[in-house]
């Protein structure tokens, strides 16, 4: 789905955003417009198989979009297919299903993450090393204070994403079906609904773009900080499994910190698609058509970003003795450090 | 504040944003901090007239912040001044303080603007006019259902940005003073208080920029509408004060609406210097620094966007003739129309 | 490459970006290395056919990059193959082949713009229309003149692309080796080169995502005036073989103009990971490994932008009867229009 | 003209983005269309001091922009000022010319900084340091070769700017005035001149943005070495007025490296106002008039990280023995290191 995609993406979250995955979820979209709408038509008639995504989106070409070729074939096979939506109820309901989808699988690697993180906190309540602002040692805190703060910033994204309203659409050409048929097309899906159409009141995905910009910076905040610790002339963090290069055999790369930082970077950019930008009338020309590789990029991106955040965490070694030499000289104690991690973890556990 | 301000931003919420107002909200910030360490400080130190914030900038330089000469300058009047607080401390409760009297002003142009925009649902309910889309005529729609998906829009983000958190700061240098004393601060100023600091955790930050940028994004696609709506050819809506041209004086331009549109651009721009980009351990090291121009300009532009809506909504004219001759060969009918205003009205005012 | 690849983007483009071209362009890059060092390894060993880009990318992520686990692949057959390349040096020059090679498919598609836009200006010299400001009717102007500003803007944005230099790189590990001997490898590959590595100096990748960003927005203005100028109340411009709806089948989209605009903001998006963003010291650890799918997206919806701003152009229908009465009770001449007509000709005419 | 201007920006480069600059511009760009079109206007007439910009401002919101009221304030002291320029030739020339004075203050900070860089350079030819790649120690480099590719950045980002185009503009309202008229105002201006109007063809724009960016970064990737290397732990580098903390007076801050990139921040942020985005037909609905601010905010702070960058460069202090003891366990040699100093120091050289 993107350049090196393995690298960045695991498998499960890659077919999740895949095109496969989109024809299944409109097709999925289409076979509940059908079912609430009464049309009686057999499942069979949306069977993925039947239909080929990239000739669908060729022949879209002319028509701005894959769903009025697919609402072509549809028709084909059952002649009630489709009616009443719009290209666009199916789009946007699909969307947000390959969202659901993808989110489970973010919503895993974030898991894993807060629970590395918060054994980490807890494991290190202890350990003396020194904070930094602006990169100069300032007074000692915790090692278990550092992985707590980092454990509060996954929770918190984490929180954002699941409460994110990932919702059906089901209005018609210009948004005027009447809206409780919106209401039984969620029902159906198991999905959100909103109380109007959000043909070109885009708050649904600008809301899931924020969340998964708030995953990002979270992970991309614990890559920044583990990338620094392991500076060698810091020493206090490694990645167990941290890289090589190819003409230095000898280096151990924080790769994992250094990859959840990449991933973030195109998060954020993939986003920026989502959350800016008006939707003429009652359907916009060009701001719509360019939300879907946005989209799945930027769940790709998110939950690549997690993965890397969890490889790191679960790989971290924490190398004690530095922390304390290179602490040993700063004037001031701990302080509330214990407290900290007690509310992090009291946070996460909430949570759970 | 910015090129051509008073062109933007109504005069109460460049106050709200200035420098005089970032002042006043550190040394209230000050003030409390005092209070809540049982410094015994008069209040007369913390008086704005008393300190340069020119000069505390310029001096500020050497620094990366303007809190560091200031506490020195508070340090000369009272020695116990600015302690436990660290520059992040008050600056992060400051950038807050600010943000609360700014959104207050911001929220009331929301508010005027889906006052007017409820008016307008009410009353074209059975003005008919073509639905759009890809700008191209679709079925018909009614202008009160027009309205009333601004209306969401509008009632959507005011909650959005009315249920951010504005928490205060106190961890002191690297975070790790007693969080109770952070707790103690913030109900002595009537602020949130987050469990954990938030010096380089900033989904605070984040979590006001995405705020803002739904505020531009609702009131932009009211300008955008009414922008093409009120196209000659159209000529379904204008401005009842509507500007002229320097060259042209028969012109009637939709002016309000096209400031909307200019303002939300100038928001995204502000806000992502908000909502992208990790902090470095325990501070930043040029991150932080970037949030106080890009925090005071997104607030600004999203009060002109809201206000310079709320002016293009309120002066609205609706011309229903034009309206109905557009849409005269359209076939369809207006479906549930009617029901998308009922359902956005109540909305409306179970928000209010 | 990315969702409905081919909605957006000509089947030669996704070929020139997509993996099994960075992996020839990597083995392409290797092999010259080994070439310029005097290295004599058999250009059998860097045959595509014989490595896996998936494999590479999964097992790359244990190195931020797929070329370490290539450069091992390779150094099984040839012991003294990649040095003294690190795999920036490989991946730097491989983006930089790949850029070539899109290049050439952006620039012709950009050429076809610009010849449908010539001929359109030269034809409709005398063809009056409204000129429009705010979307206001201000003075008439002519179709050959607007034509003409749009193919001075595509003109302008091939040169600023055609121009952008697309350097080789062979610097070693820290940027230290021989410079000549980047030098050599970029005569071998007939390539640019910079007198000094650019590991961390990224101006060109820069500059290779502002010339994007220019190719975008020349063709989203296209998009951006087709699409106003088509709406029905306007009726100036359609495109021939507009798409349908798939609830509406008797409408005409100009859905090459939306795909234009569609496919351009995902080119500033990706090519905002490409322009901002400092990289670390002698390589940077995040920054640089989330180059490759922005450069491969940037490069392929510019492409894609200017692929629909041709398509919508080549079959763009005047409708001039519709402009006349558009215009017919405006004030004032249409000046100096055909001066600008031949102007921009000339322009166009220079460049060829 | 900002939050805190004086922390970021120097003084003259306020003076030169202030609205002040700008009324002065107008008036200038004004003064200039009188004398090519043979108005006869006394030049008394374009003083500033009988405007005020604020009041203009305010009174131009019900015309999206200042010149509207500036042009009526004129014609009641000279009958035929302002004509036949409409108010986008003003603002664009106006903005142009803001450009243009800011510029040559943004050059002198830069040549600043490119001196402090050459003699870094040149002092440090045999200062051995280690190389960091992903910010793990590598091999070794010399400070001198470190140095010279900030130079190298420097010098590229100062020719970019210098050699950005920056037009008059006089099309008149559909910019169908004759050609030649722009050709003279350019000419009395000492501007360039575009063959053809630029009213809905922003490259001028975009390319001043493109060349903002390219200085912040070149400025922001010196901050972001020189904030790595003054770490305590790594202790290469410390500038020799880095400031303290409110709460940590012994602390030693890279305060200008900080401030350099959180200048870049800010650059990248409002340049991409300039950047992106279409002008809708013959002169845009919105995204015309979000440039000024931006436009300001985007010098500004391109001209504070260059005086931040140089600021910091000139009082670096080198430690040659820290540099020494950290590189001292690494294998391999500096290879070509001092090559690259001596073309670096050549381009440098050939530019000045």
């Given at each position: 789905m993107t350049t090196f995609a393995a690298l960045y993406v695991p498998a499960p979250l890659r077919?999740?955003?895949?095109?496969?995955?989109?024809l299944a979820a409109m097709l999925e979209a289409e076979r509940a417009v059908a079912t609430v709408t009464g049309a009686e038509i057999s499942d069979d008639v949306f069977r993925p198989e039947l239909y080929d995504i990239a000739a669908l989106s060729e022949e879209g070409r002319a028509d701005t979009n894959p769903v009025v070729p697919l609402?072509?074939?549809?028709r084909e096979r059952a002649a009630n297919a489709h009616a009443p939506a719009t290209s666009?109820?199916?789009?946007?309901?699909?969307?947000?299903?390959?969202?659901?989808?993808?989110?489970?699988?973010i919503l895993a690697e974030l898991d894993g993450a807060a629970g590395a993180c918060?054994?980490?906190?807890?494991?290190?309540?202890?350990t003396v090393m020194a904070g930094r602002t602006l990169l100069?040692?300032?007074?000692?805190?915790?090692?278990?204070?550092?992985?707590?703060?980092?454990?509060?910033?996954?929770?918190?994204?984490?929180?954002?994403?699941?409460?994110?309203?990932?919702?059906?659409?089901?209005?018609?050409?210009?948004?005027?079906?009447?809206?409780?048929?919106?209401?039984?097309l969620a029902a159906e899906l198991g999905m959100d609904a909103k109380a109007t159409p959000w043909h070109a009141n885009r708050a649904?995905?600008?809301?899931?773009?924020?969340?998964?910009?708030?995953?990002g910076a979270a992970c991309a905040k614990i890559g920044l900080d583990v990338v620094l610790l392991a500076q060698n002339e810091i020493g206090e963090l490694s990645e167990r499994e941290g890289g090589g290069s190819s003409s230095m055999p000898h280096k151990r790369n924080p790769a994992a910190a250094v990859l959840a930082r990449a991933c973030a970077r195109l998060v954020y950019a993939n986003a920026s698609v989502l959350t800016a930008g008006e939707h003429e009338l009652q359907r916009a020309a060009g701001t719509w058509q360019a939300e879907w590789p946005a989209l799945s990029a930027a769940l790709a991106f998110a939950g690549g970003a997690a993965a890397a955040a969890r490889r790191s965490l679960e790989g971290l070694q924490v190398h004690a003795d530095r922390m304390a030499a290179n602490a040993a000289e700063l004037d001031g104690d701990i302080g509330a450090a214990d407290a900290l991690v007690e509310r992090a973890l009291a946070y996460y556990r909430a949570q759970a």
């Amino acid at each position: 789905m993107t350049t090196f995609a393995a690298l960045y993406v695991p498998a499960p979250l890659r077919a999740a955003v895949s095109d496969d995955a989109w024809l299944a979820a409109m097709l999925e979209a289409e076979r509940a417009v059908a079912t609430v709408t009464g049309a009686e038509i057999s499942d069979d008639v949306f069977r993925p198989e039947l239909y080929d995504i990239a000739a669908l989106s060729e022949e879209g070409r002319a028509d701005t979009n894959p769903v009025v070729p697919l609402a072509r074939a549809l028709r084909e096979r059952a002649a009630n297919a489709h009616a009443p939506a719009t290209s666009q109820d199916i789009l946007d309901t699909a969307a947000m299903l390959v969202a659901r989808n993808a989110r489970t699988l973010i919503l895993a690697e974030l898991d894993g993450a807060a629970g590395a993180c918060a054994e980490l906190a807890e494991a290190h309540r202890s350990t003396v090393m020194a904070g930094r602002t602006l990169l100069q040692q300032a007074q000692p805190i915790t090692f278990g204070a550092t992985a707590a703060g980092w454990l509060v910033g996954l929770v918190r994204a984490r929180r954002r994403l699941a409460d994110t309203i990932l919702p059906a659409q089901l209005g018609g050409p210009v948004g005027t079906l009447d809206p409780e048929l919106g209401e039984r097309l969620a029902a159906e899906l198991g999905m959100d609904a909103k109380a109007t159409p959000w043909h070109a009141n885009r708050a649904p995905m600008a809301g899931l773009g924020y969340a998964l910009d708030a995953v990002g910076a979270a992970c991309a905040k614990i890559g920044l900080d583990v990338v620094l610790l392991a500076q060698n002339e810091i020493g206090e963090l490694s990645e167990r499994e941290g890289g090589g290069s190819s003409s230095m055999p000898h280096k151990r790369n924080p790769a994992a910190a250094v990859l959840a930082r990449a991933c973030a970077r195109l998060v954020y950019a993939n986003a920026s698609v989502l959350t800016a930008g008006e939707h003429e009338l009652q359907r916009a020309a060009g701001t719509w058509q360019a939300e879907w590789p946005a989209l799945s990029a930027a769940l790709a991106f998110a939950g690549g970003a997690a993965a890397a955040a969890r490889r790191s965490l679960e790989g971290l070694q924490v190398h004690a003795d530095r922390m304390a030499a290179n602490a040993a000289e700063l004037d001031g104690d701990i302080g509330a450090a214990d407290a900290l991690v007690e509310r992090a973890l009291a946070y996460y556990r909430a949570q759970a």
